[in-house]
């Protein structure tokens, strides 16, 4: 359950990092409205990282779902070997024009 408090203080964090920047930090496109994004961990609670604004940065709320817990690192590289792979399956498919 979440109070009015809580969402206050969710959307103040949100309005400082929007001011840093208007582009998702995962995928490099920009942000159209508050609505359409998320706070993401740069290191994730999950390994350690702090819940403190110099740890917050912008990213759709899509781009941060497929991100998870992996930390940057993990997940650049996990962006290359899927660029690859997609763009393997469009040669082979044919539909890649160069």
Same mark, same amino acid.
């Given at each position: ?7 206050? *203080?969710? *959307?103040? /964090? $949100? ?14 496109? /920009?942000? *159209?409205? $508050?609505d359409?994004?998320?706070i ?9 990282? *702090? ?8 990213? =759709? /709320? ?7 817990? $992996? @930390?940057?690192?993990? =997940?650049?590289? $996990? ?7 997609? @763009? ?5 498919r ?5």
């Open positions: 359950m979440t109070t009015k408090t809580s969402r206050a *203080k969710t *959307k103040a /964090k $949100l309005q400082l990092v929007w001011e840093r920047g208007k582009r998702c930090a995962i995928c490099g496109k /920009k942000i *159209k409205s $508050l359409d994004l998320t993401d961990h740069i290191v994730p609670l999950a390994e350690g990282g *702090k819940n403190v604004i110099e740890n917050y940065q912008l990213a =759709h /709320k899509a781009c941060n779902e497929a991100k998870g817990s $992996l @930390l940057p690192d993990e =997940h650049e590289k $996990l962006l290359k070997y899927n660029r690859r792979r997609i @763009l393997w399956m469009r040669i082979r044919g539909i890649v024009v160069w």
